[in-house]
């Protein structure tokens, strides 16, 4: 009997995950799984994600047997959900990326204990000034640091790699923002789960 071909399949993903997600595949040896990233920029118009979504699942489910969009919700209000069943996909739980890196229960107690929460990962940190500072304008504008952040009371980051740099770093954003701090090593948390648990069953 011919040997049965491995299941193809494709991880569709923010490219704000993208090392975070390859990580996780390089640590399990899945060379049988593809990743393809949307740009990161996204996280900043997050009305323009299932639209993204949709474009490139037209154009991947005919050649994946299994695919997982790596995005929660993200901002789309309830909109990319539907749109990744339609084509028969699977997507990450949660409303954001942080709340699938924290974990629902730390998420959320993290949440009821302060709604005015500013939450940075290692991406965000890393790319702070483009993703955040130029991209609102407080580069040229500073007068609006308030207009955005006025209600808000603290950072929290949420941090993927044990790197004290980047520590240093996040507190640094928070100083600029003129907010409180607080670091939680969360590592990869419930992402790396619903990965796994997506490869595990696609075998």
């Given at each position: 009997m011919p040997e049965a071909r491995p299941p193809r399949v494709l991880v569709l993903a923010c490219g704000a995950l993208a090392r975070e997600i390859r990580d996780v595949g390089v640590a399990n040896g899945w060379d049988h799984v593809d990743l393809e990233c949307l740009p990161a920029t996204l996280h900043n118009t997050p009305q323009e994600i299932p639209d993204a979504v949709d474009h490139r699942l037209q154009q991947a489910t005919s050649r994946y047997d299994r695919i997982l969009v790596g995005y929660a919700d993200c901002g789309t209000g309830g909109l990319l959900e539907p749109i990744v069943a339609r084509?028969?996909?699977?997507?990450?739980?949660?409303?954001?990326?942080?709340?699938?890196f924290a974990g629902h229960e730390l998420f959320a107690a993290l949440h009821e204990a302060e709604l005015g929460t500013f939450y940075l990962t290692d991406f965000l940190v890393k790319h702070f000034d483009r993703m955040v500072w130029r991209n609102l304008g407080l580069d040229r504008h500073p007068e609006l640091l308030d207009v955005y952040f006025g209600n808000y009371r603290k950072v929290v980051y949420l941090s993927q790699l044990a790197d004290g740099a980047l520590v240093e770093r996040a507190n640094l954003c928070a100083e600029r923002l003129g907010l409180a701090f607080e670091h939680r090593h969360v590592a990869y948390g419930e992402m790396e789960i619903h990965l796994k648990r997506f490869v595990e069953d696609a075998a």
């Amino acid at each position: 009997m011919p040997e049965a071909r491995p299941p193809r399949v494709l991880v569709l993903a923010c490219g704000a995950l993208a090392r975070e997600i390859r990580d996780v595949g390089v640590a399990n040896g899945w060379d049988h799984v593809d990743l393809e990233c949307l740009p990161a920029t996204l996280h900043n118009t997050p009305q323009e994600i299932p639209d993204a979504v949709d474009h490139r699942l037209q154009q991947a489910t005919s050649r994946y047997d299994r695919i997982l969009v790596g995005y929660a919700d993200c901002g789309t209000g309830g909109l990319l959900e539907p749109i990744v069943a339609r084509h028969g996909a699977e997507m990450l739980p949660g409303a954001h990326c942080y709340e699938f890196f924290a974990g629902h229960e730390l998420f959320a107690a993290l949440h009821e204990a302060e709604l005015g929460t500013f939450y940075l990962t290692d991406f965000l940190v890393k790319h702070f000034d483009r993703m955040v500072w130029r991209n609102l304008g407080l580069d040229r504008h500073p007068e609006l640091l308030d207009v955005y952040f006025g209600n808000y009371r603290k950072v929290v980051y949420l941090s993927q790699l044990a790197d004290g740099a980047l520590v240093e770093r996040a507190n640094l954003c928070a100083e600029r923002l003129g907010l409180a701090f607080e670091h939680r090593h969360v590592a990869y948390g419930e992402m790396e789960i619903h990965l796994k648990r997506f490869v595990e069953d696609a075998a």
